[in-house]
């Protein structure tokens, strides 16, 4: 089947959330992770606010993990749907 006759498929959807929403949330956790693990060891989440989520930074740290994940379940999804 072809991408687009998939999305028609009743369970594309379910499927697709069922794949991009976890995968949005480890990406995330991830990221901070890397991005603030002194802060976050240190247990100074205010200086994890300020680097990550201040001042519109929010929308580039999650603009982009969003993106990445909808594709990522685009894709896991088109290709493992039941033909």
Known sequence: MS????LKHPDFWQ???KV???F???VTIFSLALNSWRDIFAGDFTKVAETNFTDGKWQ???GYKIVFSAL???YITN?????
């Open 72 to 74: 990522y379940g685009l």
């Open 79 to 83: 290709k493992n749907i039941k033909k």
């Open 60 to 62: 580039v740290f999650f």
């Open 20 to 22: 991009t929403i976890p």
């Open 15 to 17: 499927n697709f959330l």
């Open 3 to 6: 991408f687009f006759n998939n």
């Open 24 to 26: 949005f949330v480890i």
